[in-house]
Nanobody, 121 residues
């Protein structure tokens, strides 16, 4: 019932800003008490949690990425946005958005398909 669709540029130059959008359908991003997370998976590596925005608009970020990360939302469009700036080649990964009803990656109940993002070197 809940669907998440990532969109944005597939190729970004180093030192520039990555901006991705997660379009949510089948459920409101303001509904209590869900968290809307961004996760990434570099080639050949495991999942890495980036951060979230919750039903009230509160945000939290991974300590290793906090200085470069901003998550926001547009409630009129039911969209969640990720911005990462500046990017480096190590940011090359598949980026996914997800809904969570509980803490941790194990609390995720819906995933987007994911979008490949390549940072040119």
């Amino acid at each position: 019932q809940v669907q998440l669709q990532e969109s944005g540029p597939g190729l970004v130059d180093p030192s520039q800003t990555l901006s991705l959008t997660c379009a949510v359908s089948g459920g409101s991003i303001t509904t209590n008490y869900y968290y809307w997370s961004w996760i990434r998976q570099p080639p050949g590596k495991g999942l890495e949690w980036i951060g979230y925005i919750d039903y009230s608009g509160s945000t939290d970020y991974s300590p290793s990425l906090k200085s470069r990360t901003s998550i926001s939302r547009d409630t009129s469009k039911n969209h969640v946005t990720l911005q990462l700036s500046p990017v480096t080649p190590e940011d090359t990964a598949v980026y996914l958005c997800a809904r969570a009803g509980d803490y941790g990656l194990s609390g995720i109940d819906y995933w987007g398909r994911g979008i490949q993002v390549t940072i040119s070197s």
